[in-house]
């Protein structure tokens, strides 16, 4: 992509309602844009972003044989009365009337619609173990919205609903799920502690929060040392769900049989929960098979959460420095940085327009700053936009064929020649 | 995908109210679930046609050079007051009011937000021509849903928004995203005609609908034969744009050049739309550039939209046939039904899985019917959904080696050994 051509309106000014680095830096680097409280449009760098993770959670999900849906962002209220939620969401829940005076609302999550889906089509225990998820928009009427994306009304969320014959069963769904989470996560580039949760709102037995570790965090944890020795293989719920970890509305010291210098407290971002409910919502919601023995039961329920938009702010905030994003590879929006100091000049447009080329054609992503701007504004735009590697045509490029390249993460620069470029990159 | 773990609900009996053949096939080949009028869930089949769709619609969009951007669902009122579309959109407009009593609403289409964001951004001629578009969910609250995906109240548009400095350059885009359209439409195995079209509650100048012709098409367009005999490579705007083409409020006969005999009289469905309308929006909304000159001057703009959730109805209704859907290769949800009718066989079974992992290492998505269910079901089942080859192992497998393929879009069948058949539906 040729930033001449893009459309990427980055901001000198730090805006002034922006509270956290990644609300600023989010506004400042032109990936998203405030259409009124709590509610954004994603510009296209951000777009960008946000769906490599949703490619990173469907890919994670689908390995897991979860099977993907999407529901309507617009529901009937009767589902939510016969769960007993209507009444009981509160003001959160974005409530509408449509033109025939039927009573509507804007979903905030989906265990009414899935269940009913589940209810009329799935009638034998054959069909078990099941897993429906979907990535879509959910709105919560925040009484505060604030922090941009990680607290916004009108959210991006991968939500799943598991269903099993039983108890044992569904707990193996759960351990799955949660591993895979564990997975999702780290190709991200972030180490996601679970911890013990409360409930909430959702209900059931069994819960545990995805929490990232960030000074920004809007929870205090406290976990096990350990869990900062434990590589992303020995991330197994037998294994990591047997170590200390709590948020602040569960730990209790006294319970706690971690010794002190073991137990690190932290602030912690919430990017993932996960709920075991057992038959709450099939009960109600008549989401029943038969068994083998001619039985019928309801079905053992979980639901899974990711806050994919949530996830963009929250990896900004693990993953920034003074001068911008830091973006891990996987999710970044493009790979590469291509600076053209000498955008204008004949020989360094040849160069440029050359090696951008050659990087596009080997599939690698690469925004090419082709602008006639100053190398000051340029270096400055690069940086703030956080790619992970940047690549420098300049006078040297045009005397000696050499350019330089710097990694954003360590800001490590070393000079290549032009045909070395796609070989250190890749 | 095996069919054994897969959650495909397909029905035997024809839904009582279905109306037309795209709506009954998709509610009987298990794609989408009502949840109330005219908003549905969409099951993993239904959604892998949707998605499929999406990608061209993109790729054709990007290979353009328009960028994609997502816009909220959810809307400020304010803006349609500026534009003053607030009161004059009618009950058609899903109107909806916040926790603290602000008016809100659900996005029925989205001229003035993107407006907003370019007069905000935009301040330079440098930066035009610019064109932005987005795939998100729309609400229209209609009177009375109905024929399914086709006439729902939530539905998946693509929009799209060309911002330009003068007259002649806005109809250069308009021209190029036209012959996009017809690219992305002949892409997905149909023959969109362009008819001069109203500009209805857009407003504006020129505008052309993209028409494709059924049986149970909602308008009557008229149109020279000569468009018939087009290839698609043909299908440029000069030359479609001046053969006879509109839909029956824009059709005077007195007007009309084309001879009697070289005018056909069809039903049509609507896939998309686009509208050129000048400053109708940039003006009231502030979107002005300074120009080479030193003027100020507001941009000259056009709305381009394609029904992608309604595409999936479309589709169907232009390729059915008494057994089921018929899908072109390219929005199939998977290219083959592979289908084993001695499940349970060792032989059979070990046949079939070999097949079916060399299918998918080779990169093809094939849907495996390992059921243990009769023939007919299963042929029945594959008929229905409609995937362009169906693949038989049966006891001529077992003794000979010889698998049965069918294409589904002509019935033709032949006997290939297991070891031709990528050969074959490559």
């Known amino acids: 992509m040729k930033l001449s051509h893009y459309f990427l309106p980055t901001l000198k000014e730090t805006p002034a309602e922006a509270q956290i680095a990644s609300h600023r830096l989010m506004l400042r680097a032109g990936l998203v844009n405030q259409e009124t409280s709590g509610i954004y ?13 949703q490619k990173i959670v469907c890919e994670e999900q689908d390995r897991i044989g979860c099977h993907k849906v999407l529901m309507p962002t617009i529901q009937p209220a009767e589902l939510w009365k016969k769960s007993g939620r209507y009444e009981a ?39 078990l173990p099941l897993v429906l998820y979907q990535i879509q928009w959910k709105f919560r009427d925040e009484i505060r919205p604030r922090f941009g994306v990680m607290r916004g009304r009108e959210f991006l969320m991968k939500d799943g609903y598991s269903f099993d014959l039983t108890v ?26 679970p911890v013990r949760a409360d409930t909430g709102a959702i209900g059931g037995n069994l819960s545990h929060e995805f929490q990232i570790v960030a000074p920004t965090g809007e929870s205090t944890i406290y976990y096990d040392v350990q869990f900062d020795t434990l590589t992303p293989e020995q991330m197994t719920f037998d294994r990591a769900s047997t170590l200390y970890a709590a948020a602040d509305e569960m730990h209790k010291p006294e319970d706690c049989s971690v010794p002190v210098g073991q137990l690190k407290e932290a602030r912690g971002i919430e990017i993932g929960h996960i709920f075991y409910f057992g038959t709450k ?46 973006w891990p590879e996987a999710v970044a929006p493009f790979k590469i940085g291509l600076i053209n100091l000498k955008a204008g000049d004949t020989k360094a447009d040849t160069l440029a327009e050359g090696l951008y080329t050659q990087l596009r054609t080997a599939g ?55 045909d070395k470029v796609i070989e250190l990159v890749r």
Chains 1, 2 share one sequence.
């Open 281 to 326: 919502y099939s009960e109600p919601l008549g989401a029943k098979v038969t068994t083998q023995d001619g039985k019928t039961i309801p079905l053992e329920m979980g639901s899974y959460g990711i806050g994919v938009s949530r996830l963009v702010g929250a990896i900004i905030e693990a993953s920034h420095d003074d001068k911008g994003i830091i």
């Open 168 to 193: 044992e069963s569904a707990t193996e769904t759960y351990k799955k799920i949660y591993e895979a989470y564990l997975r999702t996560f780290n190709r991200m580039g972030l180490t996601a502690i």
């Open 364 to 418: 690698i992503d690469v925004l090419y700053d082709d602008r006639d701007e100053r190398a000051g504004t340029k270096f400055a735009d690069m940086d703030l936009i956080g790619l992970p590697w940047q690549v420098v045509i300049g006078n040297k490029t045009i005397d000696t064929g050499m350019v330089e390249i710097k990694y954003r993460k360590t800001g490590d620069k070393q000079d290549v020649s032009l």
């Open 41 to 53: 449009t994603w510009l296209p760098l951000g777009l960008k972003v946000l769906e490599n993770i």
């Open 89 to 127: 969401y509160g003001k959160e829940m974005l409530r509408i009337t449509d033109r025939h005076d039927r009573e509507m609302l804007y979903g905030p999550t989906n265990e009414e619609v899935i269940t009913d889906v589940v209810a009329q089509y799935v009638k034998s225990y054959r069909a």
